[in-house]
């Protein structure tokens, strides 16, 4: 990436970052998510709400490829630790679609797309042995739809947070294949991880692992393991999580080399910032 990449990708995160910097200097209670990722089993109190912000970057796979992620999520408490939220995804990028083949031209590509997101909270992880949630996400877009469901689990043992989320995202996308149209589906297992330490009432340091795979007709197509630091910090009104995250390892293979680069993205960052309405 050279310097005019770098300056082009810091202006979408560095607004947003100073923003919620801004929040160190009020009082701070400690609540909002520790990870960047992975989710907690804490649900918003009746007619709680929040505004979220997401922004997550994906950059280098065997080619050029850059690709930036936002969005703009409501949530609301209904109470009976329940939740719900809603979401206007926004997705662009840019790569080279010849994918590395001499002559290849960079193409930039933009969709927009609603999620709708429900979560239920069965058990505490501060009042009972493990903390534990159902979560449920549908997304509707122009050319794809997407289902996702997840199991969370989480606990808080001393200053340390522990969290982990089996994940099963079922995705329909519209594509043209040799001039004939259709739909492509496409099952994605994972397991987001991460444990955290408080470092301040309101400060964390941690780490988060991602194991993502891809399944096609049936086979494993794709399969890599991101590991990284993540931080979090939160005060009265607001919190903010942030996670880097490399491709350390390709699990599968289908692709040759140490890394899946051309299912997955080389380098993964996750920036979420709340505040409370």
Aim: hydrophobic share 40%; proline share 4%; glycine share 10%.
């Amino acid at each position: 990436m050279d310097g005019g990449q770098m300056i082009q990708h810091a202006r979408h995160f560095f607004p947003v970052l100073l923003f919620s910097l801004l929040a160190l200097s009020t009082a701070a209670h400690g609540h909002g998510r520790r990870f960047a990722y992975t989710q907690q089993s804490a649900v918003l109190p009746t007619q709680g709400t929040e505004m979220e912000i997401w922004n997550t970057f994906r950059y280098s796979r065997d080619y050029f490829y850059r690709r930036l992620d936002t969005r703009c999520e409501f949530e609301y408490g209904i109470g009976g630790n329940l939740m719900t939220a809603l979401y206007l995804n926004h997705e662009m990028k840019t790569y080279d679609g010849g994918q590395g083949a001499p002559g290849g031209t960079k193409i930039t590509e933009a969709t927009v797309s609603l999620s709708n997101e429900w979560k239920f909270k069965l058990t505490d992880p501060a009042a009972d042995p493990v903390g534990f949630a159902i979560y449920t996400e549908a997304t509707i877009g122009l050319d794809e739809a997407e289902l996702e469901g997840k199991l969370i689990l989480d606990k808080q043992v001393g200053p340390a947070v522990i969290a982990c989320n089996l994940v099963l995202e079922h995705e329909w996308q519209n594509e043209i294949e040799n001039g004939v149209a259709g739909t492509a589906k496409l099952l994605k297992p994972s397991i987001d991880a991460g444990i955290a330490w408080y470092v301040t009432a309101s400060f964390s340091l941690g780490v988060e692992a991602r194991y993502l795979n891809a399944i096609e007709n049936g086979a494993l197509s794709h399969s890599a393991l991101f590991i990284g630091p993540s931080l979090a910090y939160s005060s009265d009104k607001l919190w903010f999580a942030l996670t880097f995250l490399p491709q350390v390892a390709n699990l599968t293979g289908n692709v040759p080399g140490p890394l899946d680069l051309l299912g997955f993205e080389r380098y993964q960052a996750r920036l979420l910032f709340s505040i409370e309405l």
